[in-house]
């Protein structure tokens, strides 16, 4: 988690120039932390952007947490960049995170870069750190620079040859370098060639040691990091650009952070925002009030245009949402987003019977953050907000207080469970009283491997049901899935229309919003419901002498042993466990292991549970399966 993310970029700035004074994470003065939170508990809990200028380059770098409370940060962040930086602490090594992190990038189709940081350390053994980069991430990564002096304040670096083991990894992916290695006449100049044409093609991946803490290894990024390939930006090209972060400020409003891929936008332009998680939602139109780049460091200054390839800020798009795509979407550079799972949900309250300012604020907040998910029940008069992990509670907390003047209340965090069906089957409403309405639907339910999520499709002709009403068929469906038989969210099935009908003369235009949650529910009671809950995969190092004990706990919170190895006096643990059980078992692994254990965890997706392990959730709003109740509710007669 603390592998000094900050305090590179915070030396990167400073060596540039962009910055006057080198800032610090424990003074609370890095230049990209610039919320109080984040000086206070030195911490990032926001992506940042800042910018340096290289020779013939200028380099807009974008800051990202590390806590995995705030994974959903990174992934946004990926939207915008053409590389990504993976900094490694050298005394932790390769940590759960560190590999999430690395696959990410990895699936976003990124060329990327290590460096292992904090040489300077007591204690770090970069040999080993190494070995678990090249096991546990990819065997091809090669190092660009040796380390003298290793775990003390003196280290340093010197440039290197390539090892055996580096020209024996380029050698298996780089064809061309065969015959020059068998001749033993290869330089360095090919070989790093090689490296970078391979690190472009996401195939190698170079390493740097350094200490950003001790300015040690920062000239050699700062060196290597325009080798890395970037985006052919035309001005003149069709206009294409992604949203990757919003931001609201008190005088301006709010601030869409994009990434232009290519063309070029001014002031007072009217835009094309595309939804970039639902393809079928219709575009919008806004218009630019004002553009603003990062001109030195993290200071924002005006300009009225900006071209392809670089970063902006812009106001006065009224409707814009992370992820919205700018004029026409970029093949190249669409990847399928990345799915961040919320694992919590808590309640909100501030004590004001006004629950106006309270909602108005939380709702801006999930604007910046849309994992959030803030829902309102009226009749409950409840806030629930979905989140990652505590750490994000405080930051919450924080937020409302500093930003809204609310001092808000959070109930204990209570675990996200889901639903799916049990078995294959059918639902069916025939809604076609009391008149005037008429809307019949057929759905066919198929469950579909852990983690698939929801598939929709239609077999019916529109002759049978006219396109709009399909249309408002698989609108309605998603909300109905928010609360299955459990009143848990459904998913991992396959919903098909596979059968209806319509009247001319008696169907009204919102019948089938109204039907299709009856039949939703209808076809849950015949499939049956599955409850499935939530795991934790777990990596623990700790003493030989305390595995026993870590693995009986393991095994009583309905956990499994992935796999265990033991060298020198340590025994490395991987494991998995319901997320129920093992909220705190980081603090129990302390405690048995008398401080001298590392834990990290990470989410492993959803698994059955049994119903009396599990939770079911009280039901939000009118109950569709009281259907007498649902259509008076629905045709405003409560």
Same mark, same amino acid.
């Given at each position: 988690?603390?592998?000094?993310?900050?305090? $590179?970029?915070?030396?990167?700035?400073?060596?540039?120039?962009?910055?006057?004074?080198?800032?610090?994470?424990?003074?609370?003065?890095?230049?990209?932390?610039?919320?109080?939170?984040?000086?206070?508990?030195?911490?990032?809990?926001?992506?940042?952007?800042?910018?340096?200028?290289?020779?013939?380059?200028?380099?807009?770098?974008?800051?990202?947490?590390?806590?995995?409370?705030?994974?959903?940060?990174?992934?946004?962040?990926?939207?915008?960049?053409?590389?990504?930086?993976?900094?490694?602490?050298?005394?932790?090594?390769? +940590?759960?995170? $560190? @590999? %999430?992190?690395?696959?990410?990038?990895?699936?976003?189709?990124?060329?990327?870069?290590?460096?292992?940081?904090?040489?300077?350390?007591?204690?770090?053994?970069?040999?080993?750190?190494?070995?678990?980069?090249?096991?546990?991430?990819?065997?091809?990564?090669?190092?660009?620079?040796?380390?003298?002096?290793?775990?003390?304040?003196?280290?340093?670096?010197?440039?290197?040859?390539?090892?055996?083991?580096?020209?024996?990894?380029?050698?298996?992916?780089?064809?061309?370098?065969?015959?020059?290695?068998?001749?033993?006449?290869?330089?360095?100049?090919?070989?790093?060639?090689?490296?970078?044409?391979?690190?472009?093609?996401?195939?190698?991946?170079?390493?740097?040691?350094?200490? /950003?803490?001790?300015?040690?290894?920062?000239?050699?990024?700062?060196?290597?990091?325009?080798? %890395?390939?970037?985006?052919?930006?035309? /001005?003149?090209?069709?206009?294409?650009?992604?949203?990757? *972060?919003?931001?609201?400020?008190?005088?301006?409003? #709010?601030?869409?952070?994009?990434?232009?891929?290519?063309?070029?936008?001014?002031?007072?332009?009217?835009?094309?925002?595309?939804?970039?998680?639902?393809?079928?939602?219709?575009?919008? $139109?806004?218009?630019?009030?004002?553009?603003?780049?990062?001109?030195?460091?993290? #200071?924002?200054?005006?300009?009225?245009?900006?071209?392809?390839?670089?970063?902006?800020?812009?106001?006065?798009?009224?409707? /814009?949402?992370?992820?919205?795509?700018?004029? @026409?979407?970029?093949?190249?550079?669409?990847?399928?987003?990345?799915?961040?799972?919320?694992?919590?949900?808590?309640?909100?309250? !501030?004590?004001?019977?006004?629950?106006?300012?309270? %909602?108005?604020?939380?709702?801006?907040?999930?604007?910046?953050?849309?994992?959030?998910?803030?829902?309102?029940?009226?009749?409950?008069?409840?806030?629930?907000?979905?989140?990652?992990?505590?750490? +994000?509670?405080?930051?919450?907390?924080?937020?409302?207080?500093?930003?809204?003047?609310?001092?808000?209340?959070?109930?204990?965090?209570?675990?996200?469970?889901?639903?799916?069906?049990?078995?294959?089957?059918?639902?069916?409403?025939?809604?076609?009283?009391?008149?005037?309405?008429?809307?019949?639907? &057929?759905?066919?339910?198929?469950?579909?491997?852990?983690?698939?999520?929801?598939?929709? &499709?239609?077999?019916?002709?529109?002759?049978?049901?006219?396109?709009?009403?399909?249309?408002?068929?698989?609108?309605?469906?998603?909300?109905?899935?928010?609360?299955?038989?459990?009143?848990? @969210?459904?998913?991992?099935?396959?919903?098909?229309?596979?059968?209806?009908?319509?009247?001319?003369?008696?169907?009204?235009?919102?019948?089938?919003?109204?039907?299709?949650?009856?039949?939703?529910?209808?076809?849950?009671?015949?499939?049956?419901?599955?409850?499935?809950?939530?795991?934790?995969?777990?990596?623990?190092?700790?003493?030989?002498?305390?595995?026993?004990?870590?693995?009986?706990?393991?095994?009583?919170?309905?956990? &499994?042993?992935?796999?265990?190895?033991?060298?020198?006096?340590?025994?490395?643990? @991987?494991?998995?466990?319901?997320?129920?059980?093992?909220?705190?078992?980081?603090?129990?692994?302390?405690?048995?292991?008398?401080? *001298?254990? +590392?834990?990290?965890?990470?989410? !492993?997706?959803?698994?059955?549970?049994?119903?009396?392990?599990?939770?079911?959730?009280?039901?939000?709003?009118?109950?569709? %399966?009281?259907?007498?109740?649902?259509?008076?509710?629905?045709?405003?007669?409560?």
């Amino acid at each position: 988690m603390d592998a000094g993310k900050t305090t $590179t970029v915070e030396r990167m700035l400073y060596a540039c120039g962009a910055t006057r004074q080198l800032g610090s994470v424990d003074d609370g003065t890095a230049a990209t932390d610039s919320m109080d939170i984040e000086r206070s508990r030195g911490i990032s809990v926001r992506s940042a952007s800042a910018v340096i200028s290289l020779p013939e380059l200028r380099l807009n770098l974008i800051d990202t947490p590390g806590h995995m409370d705030f994974m959903a940060e990174v992934q946004r962040a990926l939207l915008a960049v053409d590389c990504g930086l993976l900094i490694v602490s050298a005394a932790e090594g390769v +940590q759960s995170q $560190t @590999e %999430l992190f690395f696959r990410a990038m990895e699936q976003a189709g990124l060329p990327v870069i290590l460096f292992v940081n904090k040489i300077d350390r007591a204690g770090v053994d970069t040999r080993r750190v190494f070995a678990e980069l090249t096991k546990k991430l990819s065997p091809h990564i090669v190092a660009l620079n040796a380390v003298k002096a290793q775990g003390a304040r003196n280290c340093a670096v010197e440039d290197a040859a390539f090892d055996d083991d580096g020209v024996l990894a380029l050698c298996s992916l780089d064809e061309t370098l065969e015959d020059g290695f068998a001749r033993g006449a290869l330089s360095q100049k090919q070989m790093e060639d090689s490296l970078f044409r391979l690190c472009a093609q996401g195939r190698a991946y170079p390493l740097v040691y350094g200490s /950003a803490a001790c300015d040690v290894g920062i000239d050699k990024l700062l060196e290597i990091i325009p080798r %890395l390939p970037r985006i052919c930006a035309r /001005a003149d090209g069709p206009l294409s650009g992604k949203i990757y *972060k919003i931001e609201h400020d008190k005088a301006m409003g #709010k601030a869409a952070h994009i990434r232009l891929f290519s063309g070029q936008i001014q002031n007072r332009d009217t835009l094309t925002l595309l939804d970039g998680g639902n393809p079928r939602a219709e575009p919008r $139109t806004e218009k630019v009030t004002q553009i603003r780049q990062f001109s030195t460091g993290t #200071k924002l200054a005006d300009c009225g245009r900006f071209s392809g390839g670089d970063i902006a800020v812009l106001y006065g798009l009224a409707s /814009a949402k992370v992820g919205d795509i700018v004029g @026409e979407i970029c093949v190249a550079r669409h990847a399928p987003p990345l799915q961040t799972t919320p694992l919590f949900h808590v309640r909100v309250t !501030d004590g004001n019977p006004n629950p106006t300012p309270l %909602l108005t604020a939380v709702r801006e907040l999930a604007e910046e953050d849309p994992l959030l998910s803030c829902e309102w029940e009226p009749d409950e008069r409840e806030l629930t907000v979905s989140i990652m992990g505590e750490v +994000q509670i405080e930051v919450l907390r924080h937020l409302l207080a500093a930003r809204y003047g609310i001092r808000a209340e959070f109930s204990p965090p209570s675990v996200i469970y889901k639903e799916t069906v049990r078995e294959a089957g059918t639902g069916y409403e025939r809604y076609t009283m009391p008149k005037p309405c008429w809307a019949v639907i &057929e759905l066919s339910f198929e469950p579909l491997p852990a983690g698939s999520g929801y598939v929709y &499709e239609s077999t019916v002709q529109k002759s049978q049901i006219p396109q709009r009403y399909q249309n408002h068929i698989e609108t309605a469906l998603p909300e109905a899935m928010k609360q299955g038989l459990y009143g848990w @969210e459904v998913t991992d099935l396959k919903i098909t229309l596979s059968g209806g009908g319509w009247h001319h003369i008696h169907t009204h235009p919102l019948d089938f919003f109204l039907a299709t949650p009856l039949a939703f529910m209808n076809g849950m009671l015949n499939c049956g419901s599955q409850l499935l809950e939530p795991f934790l995969r777990m990596n623990i190092e700790a003493p030989e002498e305390v595995s026993g004990k870590l693995i009986s706990e393991i095994i009583n919170m309905r956990g &499994e042993i992935i796999g265990s190895v033991t060298a020198g006096g340590r025994t490395e643990l @991987e494991a998995c466990a319901p997320l129920s059980e093992a909220m705190d078992f980081s603090v129990r692994v302390n405690s048995l292991a008398s401080g *001298k254990a +590392q834990y990290a965890s990470r989410f !492993d997706g959803y698994r059955p549970c049994l119903l009396e392990l599990g939770k079911t959730a009280r039901r939000r709003g009118v109950d569709p %399966l009281d259907r007498a109740k649902w259509i008076l509710y629905k045709r405003g007669a409560l």
